[in-house]
T-cell receptor, first 114, second 114 residues
Framework: AQSVTQPDIHITVSEGASLELRCNYS??????LFWYVQSPGQGLQLLLK??????LVQGIKGFEAEFKRSQSSFNLRKPSVHWSDAAEYFC????????????FGTGTQLKVEL | DVKVTQSSRYLVKRTGEKVFLECVQD?????MFWYRQDPGLGLRLIYF???????EKGDIPEGYSVSREKKERFSLILESASTNQTSMYLC?????????????FGSGTRLTVV
C-alpha cells in the first residue's frame, strides 16, 4: 500500500528566508507525486506535480520540488518565503491504476514571521 | 471559474440527524472522492466513485454512505450523525485516465455535530 510521511508538523520561517518541506513516500513503482497548499478555511490547491522526466519540477507561486528515487523523497522548496505563503502544505502520492487514488500526508503547517 | 462546488461551507447538525453533503463538478470528470480532514490526521479517504452508480469504500467508510446518480454529482450521507463526525469534508474530482493531473478540490464543508 502506498503511504506518505511528512515529518514536520509545524515549521516557522522568517519572511525572505528559504524554505524546505520534507516528504517521504512509499510506493512499489514509479509514483505520481503532488504538493498541495491549503489556505485557512479553503480547499486544496495544486502547487506542482511529478510523474516522469526531469526530477526537478517547478510549480506556481515560486515553489519547486525535487524527486529523489534513492531517498524516496519529494521535498518542496522555495528560495524566499513571503508572508502570504503561510498555510498548510500536503504531499500526496498517486497510484498508476485504479482511478488514480491519492494518498495524502498529514500536512505541514507553515508559519511566516515578519 | 469554479470547477468543484460543495453546497455548504458551514453546517451545524444535531446528533442522530441524517445529513447530506453535496458536491458538483462541471469538468466532466469520471472520478469523484470524499475526504475528511482532521488536525494531525491529514486527509482520509471516505468513499470514491469511478462512474455513475459505482462506489468503493475508502479508508474510513464506517458511518457514511454515498450516492452518485449523475456524473457531475457525488453526495456524502451521514445516516445518523454523531459528534465524532464533526470535521472538515472535502470533495474532489479527477479524470480517469489522467492520474498525473491530480485532483481538483472543492472549498470544503465544515460540519459540526452537536
Amino acid at each position: 500500500a502506498q503511504s506518505v510521511t511528512q515529518p514536520d508538523i509545524h515549521i516557522t520561517v522568517s519572511e525572505g528566508a528559504s524554505l524546505e518541506l520534507r516528504c517521504n513516500y512509499s510506493y512499489g513503482a514509479t509514483p505520481y507525486l503532488f504538493w498541495y497548499v491549503q489556505s485557512p478555511g479553503q480547499g486544496l490547491q495544486l502547487l506542482l506535480k511529478y510523474f516522469s522526466g526531469d526530477t526537478l519540477v517547478q510549480g506556481i507561486k515560486g515553489f519547486e520540488a525535487e524527486f529523489k528515487r534513492s531517498q524516496s523523497s519529494f521535498n518542496l522548496r522555495k528560495p524566499s518565503v513571503h508572508w502570504s505563503d503561510a498555510a498548510e502544505y500536503f504531499c500526496a502520492v498517486g497510484s498508476t491504476g485504479g482511478g488514480n487514488k491519492l494518498t495524502f500526508g498529514t500536512g505541514t503547517q507553515l508559519k511566516v514571521e515578519l | 471559474d469554479v470547477k468543484v462546488t460543495q453546497s455548504s461551507r458551514y453546517l451545524v447538525k444535531r446528533t442522530g440527524e441524517k445529513v447530506f453533503l453535496e458536491c458538483v463538478q462541471d469538468m466532466d470528470h469520471e472520478n469523484m472522492f470524499w475526504y475528511r480532514q482532521d488536525p494531525g490526521l491529514g486527509l482520509r479517504l471516505i468513499y470514491f466513485s469511478y462512474d455513475v452508480k459505482m462506489k468503493e469504500k475508502g479508508d474510513i467508510p464506517e458511518g457514511y454512505s454515498v450516492s452518485r446518480e449523475k456524473k457531475e454529482r457525488f453526495s456524502l450521507i451521514l445516516e445518523s450523525a454523531s459528534t465524532n463526525q464533526t470535521s472538515m469534508y472535502l470533495c474532489a474530482s479527477s479524470l480517469s485516465d489522467r492520474a498525473s493531473r491530480g485532483y481538483t478540490f472543492g472549498s470544503g464543508t465544515r460540519l459540526t455535530v452537536v
